[in-house]
C-alpha cells in the first residue's frame, strides 16, 4: 500500500475525492477522514516513516487490535474498518501498486444493543416543555414535535428549507443519506405548530419569506447546526426530568418504536426512517418483545387456558 508522505495535503486530495465520487453526508466524510487520519496514526507508531506497506490480514490484524487497546467499542472498530475500506479504494486510484482491500478478515463482531426511546408520558412532557409565547420556544417546539413526529436523523433536519414543506399534505421533503429524496409526513398538531412558528419568524425576521431560506434558524438568523439541536433537546428533557443523555436519535427510536407499537408494518416503518432494507429497522423489534407478549396472552384463544393433561 502506498503511504502519502505529506499528509495535510492528502487529506485535502482524500476529501475533495469523497465529496466528488461519493454520495455521501457531510458527517461521514468527517469520520471518513478521522479514520484516515487513525490509520495514519497506527502506521507511523508500528512501522515509523516509510512509503510502501503491505495492507494484509497481519497488518489489520494488529490495526484492530491497536484499536481495542485503546478502548475502541466492537461498534467503532466495526464503522473504522468500513472507512478503510474507502480510503484503500481511493489510494488505489492515485497509485495502481496498492493492493486491494483483503476480503479473508471478518469483520469485528458487533453487540447491537437494543436502542434507547421514552415511553409516551416522556414524550409528553418533552414536547410540552417549550414556551410557545416566544419565537425561540416555538423553534424549539416544531423542532421536538418533528423529530418525533417524523423519526427524522437530527442532519436531515437541519436541512430542511421553507420550500421542502407542504402545509397543504402535511408533508416535507427530506434529503436522506445518499442523498435520497423521500417524504416525512406531519400531525395536524406539528403543522398547527410549523405555521405559527413561521408566521412569527417572518414578522420577527425580514425577509424570512424567501423559500430558499433554512426552515430552522439560530438567533444569528444562520441555519441551526446538529449540535445547537442537541443542546435543545437536553435542555428540555433536564427541564422534564428525563434522562440527560436523551438526544435527537431518542427521538428516532421512540418514533419507530411507538409505531411498531401502534400496529405499523415493519416495512412501512423502513420507509419512513429512510432506511434501505429491513435490516437496520429490525432493531426496533427487540423493545416490543413484551409488548408483543402481552398481545399474544390477551389475543390467542388458547395463551390463558392452563394446562390440564398430565405430560
Request: some cysteine.
Amino acid at each position: 500500500m502506498f503511504i502519502p508522505q505529506d499528509g495535510g495535503l492528502f487529506e485535502k486530495h482524500y476529501e475533495a475525492h469523497l465529496k466528488v465520487s461519493r454520495s455521501i453526508g457531510e458527517a461521514t466524510i468527517r469520520n471518513y477522514l478521522s479514520d484516515a487520519r487513525l490509520f495514519w496514526g497506527f502506521i507511523g507508531e508500528r512501522y515509523g516513516a516509510i512509503k510502501e506497506l503491505a495492507l494484509n490480514q497481519k497488518t489489520l490484524a494488529g490495526y484492530i487490535s491497536w484499536l481495542t487497546g485503546r478502548g475502541f467499542s466492537s461498534k467503532s472498530i466495526s464503522r473504522n474498518i468500513s472507512s478503510l475500506r474507502s480510503l484503500v479504494h481511493y489510494l488505489g486510484t492515485i497509485e495502481p501498486s496498492t493492493e486491494s482491500f483483503p476480503n479473508l478478515l471478518g469483520k469485528p463482531r458487533v453487540q447491537t444493543a437494543p436502542p434507547s426511546f421514552l415511553n409516551q408520558p416522556q414524550v409528553d412532557a418533552l414536547l410540552n416543555g417549550p414556551d410557545l409565547s416566544t419565537l425561540w420556544g416555538l423553534r424549539d417546539a416544531c423542532i421536538l414535535e418533528i423529530l418525533y413526529s417524523t423519526g427524522l436523523r437530527v442532519s436531515e433536519l437541519t436541512q430542511i428549507n421553507k420550500a421542502s414543506v407542504n402545509l397543504d399534505d402535511n408533508s416535507i421533503k427530506v434529503l436522506g443519506k445518499g442523498s435520497k429524496e423521500r417524504l416525512a409526513f406531519l400531525t395536524v398538531n406539528c403543522t398547527q405548530l410549523v405555521i405559527h412558528y413561521l408566521e412569527t419568524l417572518s414578522a420577527s425576521i425580514p425577509g424570512r419569506h424567501l423559500e430558499e431560506q433554512p426552515l430552522f434558524v439560530n438567533r444569528l438568523n444562520g441555519r441551526l447546526s446538529n449540535r445547537s439541536v442537541q443542546r435543545i433537546i437536553k435542555k428540555y428533557a433536564k427541564q422534564a426530568g428525563i434522562d440527560p443523555s436523551t438526544h435527537p436519535h431518542t427521538l428516532r427510536h421512540s418514533f419507530a418504536t411507538h409505531m411498531l407499537d401502534g400496529g405499523a408494518s415493519l416495512t412501512s416503518v423502513q420507509r419512513l426512517l429512510g432506511h434501505s432494507s429491513t435490516r437496520s429497522t429490525q432493531i426496533y423489534l427487540h423493545p416490543n418483545l413484551e409488548k408483543s407478549r402481552e398481545i399474544y396472552q390477551q389475543a390467542h384463544p388458547r395463551a390463558s387456558i392452563p394446562t390440564t393433561k398430565t405430560l
